[in-house]
């Protein structure tokens, strides 16, 4: 039986604008809220040759909006103890306001503002880009960022949204200028398909600028997904041979299932087993606590609304990196070809399940469970009903999804770092492609 309050739950409210809205209900005594909103403006949507326009009208939005300059924003914010930021990844754009109660009109103009009325001030659109060429060039330079867009790049073909990381080269950063990102914007945000997250204490009403301004006024028609080559790469091995620096990164990964697939929660539960509770998973305990070869060793599945990707990563010293890339694929191997013993598997699957009571504890963290639920078009119990989801897959369902995205020899290999001589191609400073 669901409670009168229960943060586990969301609930779809109707309205005409177009815009999806959860609400979340906190215990009354809840001293803030939160909001997001998740506009369909991911840099899988960036035009051919303004790759970055996307993730610098993302930054944009809170540096200056309606009657305030970036400065007078972030003053009305420290004042009320409030914070806006943005999080950006291929398909979406999630604006986050959290603040205290008291606050919630004032706080949710403000926010409205920054979606709806950014300023895009040269100083600052100037300043943004200045931002992303240094974040390109330490894309290239450092070997954590460079192995992640090496990988990005050897799972998805030319063309495809999750093949960028949305930085942009030179040429297409030098190209974006105030027109550009206010175009972008006008197609991006103000649109039907956006969808909105609310927490709220029990009791409490919407902020009237959360209605007035987001509910009511009808949005004009959202952009279209981005098209895609429906190919898929073959299995390939790169090293970049990466001077100046102690550590070697290794990356395995691969396409995955979207977020909706039937298969997903038995393959989130294969990726917990391998890598994804650092203090009990597969990598952590053999690689690092048992063999000390890495300093860190995890897996990640990433599950969108196109399609998704899994990542196996490890970071060791330049003469340990082939025995620690060994023990990775064997990892990988055991994980789809033997069934995992009920006990690893009770082990994980609790664990997982004993993270949704710390999760409610406050208010951030229990609207992140609901933006997850709205952001993918969940059941509004979801959270309740997923317990009961998890404990219902055995080791074997959970093998077979693991084969089925992990299995065989048909992902990506990279290695990046100082390796030594005869290993990888050598440069400090890589070539850069222009977009």
């Known amino acids: 039986m669901i409670r009168l309050v229960d943060p586990r739950e969301v609930r779809y409210v109707a309205n005409d604008s177009g815009v999806l809205l959860?609400?979340?209900?906190?215990?009354?005594?809840?001293?803030?809220?939160?909001a997001t909103y998740l506009a369909p403006a991911g840099y899988g949507y960036d035009p051919p040759r303004l790759h970055g326009l996307a993730r610098?009208?993302?930054?944009?939005?809170?540096?200056?909006?309606?009657?305030?300059?970036?400065?007078?924003?972030?003053?009305?914010?420290?004042?009320?103890?409030?914070?806006?930021?943005?999080?950006?990844d291929a398909e979406v754009v999630a604006t986050t306001l959290w603040g205290p109660v008291w606050a919630a009109e004032s706080l949710a103009e403000l926010f409205a503002d920054a979606l709806f009325r950014p300023r895009f001030d040269p100083k600052e659109v100037e300043r943004v880009r200045s931002e992303l060429h240094v974040e390109r060039m330490r894309e290239a330079t450092q070997p954590s960022?460079?192995?992640?867009?090496e990988l990005a790049e050897a799972i998805f073909p030319p063309g495809h949204p999750y093949r960028r990381t949305g930085g942009g080269s030179a040429r297409c950063l030098d190209a974006i200028g105030r027109e550009e990102?206010?175009?972008?914007?006008?197609?991006?945000?103000?649109?039907?398909?956006?969808?909105?997250v609310v927490t709220l204490p029990a009791g409490r009403r919407l902020p009237r600028a959360i209605v007035r301004r987001f509910l009511r006024s009808?949005?004009?028609?959202?952009?279209?997904?981005?098209?895609?080559?429906?190919?898929s790469m073959p299995p390939s091995k790169k090293t970049v041979r990466l001077e100046g620096g102690s550590q070697v990164e290794i990356r395995l990964g691969g396409p995955a299932l979207p977020r909706a697939d039937k298969q997903y929660p038995a393959l989130f539960l294969a990726n917990e087993v391998l890598g994804g509770r650092p203090a009990i998973a597969r990598l952590f305990q053999r690689v690092r606590e048992r063999r000390g070869l890495a300093y860190d060793a995890s897996s990640e599945l990433w599950a969108g609304r196109w399609g998704g990707s899994w990542t196996v990563a490890a970071g060791t010293s330049p003469d340990r990196w082939p025995t620690t890339l060994s023990l990775l694929t064997e990892e990988l191997e055991r994980l789809t070809q033997q069934g995992i013993p009920e006990r690893e598997l009770t082990a994980t699957r609790e664990s997982v399940i004993g993270e949704i009571p710390t999760a409610l504890e406050t208010t951030a963290d229990a609207h992140a469970l609901a933006e997850e639920v709205v952001?993918?078009?969940?059941?509004?119990?979801?959270?309740?009903?997923?317990?009961?989801?998890?404990?219902?897959?055995?080791?074997?369902?959970?093998?077979?999804?693991?084969?089925?995205?992990?299995?065989?020899?048909?992902?990506?290999?990279?290695?990046?770092?100082?390796?030594?001589?005869?290993?990888?191609?050598?440069?400090?400073?890589?070539?850069?492609?222009?977009?």
């Open 181 to 196: 990102i206010v175009h972008f914007h006008s197609e991006h945000f103000p649109v039907a398909g956006a969808a909105l």
């Open 375 to 435: 952001r993918f078009h969940l059941p509004e119990t979801f959270w309740i009903d997923w317990p009961k989801c998890l404990r219902s897959l055995g080791s074997e369902a959970v093998r077979v999804a693991a084969a089925q995205v992990y299995g065989g020899s048909a992902f990506a290999q990279v290695v990046v770092g100082p390796l030594g001589p005869g290993h990888g191609r050598a440069g400090p400073r890589p070539r850069l492609v222009r977009s």
């Open 218 to 231: 009808r949005r004009l028609a959202g952009p279209r997904p981005p098209r895609w080559p429906r190919r």
């Open 145 to 149: 960022a460079r192995a992640e867009r």
């Open 22 to 34: 959860g609400l979340q209900r906190m215990p009354p005594s809840s001293p803030t809220f939160s």
């Open 56 to 88: 610098a009208a993302s930054r944009l939005l809170t540096a200056g909006a309606g009657r305030r300059d970036r400065r007078q924003f972030a003053r009305v914010l420290d004042a009320a103890g409030a914070t806006i930021s943005s999080r950006i």
